[in-house]
């Protein structure tokens, strides 16, 4: 088995092979295993956001109280629509903290028309606008709730830090390589590829009422918490009930079956548009069914993403032949 990331995505425009994306991609069994694997699977890889689901868990063993779609909106890369901006504010007036003490930092909405009402309003980026600021709530409530200190509660020696380190070790059966500090400030442990797919599967799967599966169903109840309108995470959960899906920074990306199996896949250059043509492929290769034509051709569309030329399509963005 290669120990190199391999050939994944071609893009084409106009007839001619462009260029290529390299990468990795697992896929486990139930039970952890791996089933299916092209690439590297030694190396280890920060998880980006596709570590959320493990923060969270730590969260809910923490004392967090967080349920429904609070608990959502903690393990998300969140739009900073109105519907995320106000349950995080609820969430940190519950804890009877603001937004001050986000650790997050100031950035603008990433959905368009949030955005612009923030240009409008004050032209100014802040902490709860940011995609991570639901999960820095939650993690501020777990502090709150064990009269934890909060202005270092991003420190990964702080008891909260080192409950999510356990998480992690736990749910991937796998001891971090490193530790690293992921874009919002948290902190962020390394794991290899197919570690990151079993403690995502392990996540999903999990029997009903564990803080694991609250958190997978928590997700996968309220998929625009996710992410928001027009997100690829949040349409393919809309989509395919019961599958839970979350993606990360520098082209990582996990989802996972509701009996465990996942895929986890790690794009070398960071690239984000090699992503999701790999993702549907590996899903369709462990037997994606979709359950309406709606989601027949949400699939297509992302299978294949489009290269444009003065705004229209001349080319596309497919999987390699011979990947899966």
Not at 68 to 88: I, T, Y
């Amino acid at each position: 088995m290669s120990t190199a990331p391999v050939e994944l995505v071609h893009v084409h425009r106009s007839g001619l092979h462009e260029g290529t994306h390299y990468g990795s991609v697992v896929i486990t069994a139930a039970d952890g295993s791996v089933e299916f694997a092209r690439g590297d699977l030694r190396t280890p890889i920060f998880p980006r956001s596709s570590n959320k689901p493990f923060q969270a868990v730590a969260m809910l063993e923490s004392g967090a109280d967080l349920r429904d779609a609070d608990l959502a909106l903690a393990a998300a890369s969140h739009s900073g629509e109105p519907m995320h901006v106000d349950r995080a504010f609820d969430m940190l007036e519950r804890a009877r903290l603001t937004e001050d003490d986000l650790g997050c930092p100031p950035a603008f909405p990433m959905e368009e028309t949030a955005k612009r009402a923030a240009l409008m309003a004050s032209g100014e980026p802040r902490r709860i606008f940011m995609n991570c600021s639901g999960k820095h709530a939650g993690m501020l409530t777990a502090a709150v709730v064990n009269g934890w200190s909060t202005d270092d509660y991003l420190d990964p020696a702080h008891p909260l830090q080192r409950r999510v380190l356990d998480v992690v070790t736990r749910l991937t059966q796998e001891e971090p390589a490193a530790v690293g500090i992921d874009g919002c400030g948290a902190p962020l442990y390394a794991v290899s590829l197919p570690a990151l797919a079993r403690g995502f599967g392990a996540t999903c799967s999990a029997e009903p009422g564990s803080t694991e599966r609250r958190v997978a169903d928590a997700m996968r109840a309220f998929p625009a918490m996710v992410g928001g309108t027009g997100r690829d995470d949040t349409r393919l959960m809309s989509a395919f009930p019961g599958l839970l899906v979350k993606g990360g920074a520098e082209g990582v990306h996990c989802a996972a079956f509701p009996d465990g199996r996942c895929v986890a896949l790690k794009i070398t250059d960071g690239g984000d548009r090699a992503r999701m043509p790999v993702l549907v492929a590996a899903l369709r290769r462990m037997g994606l069914t979709p359950p309406t034509a709606a989601a027949a051709r949400l699939l297509d569309e992302f299978a294949a993403g489009p290269v444009l030329g003065g705004g229209q399509p001349v080319g596309a963005v497919t999987v390699a032949p011979g990947v899966f």
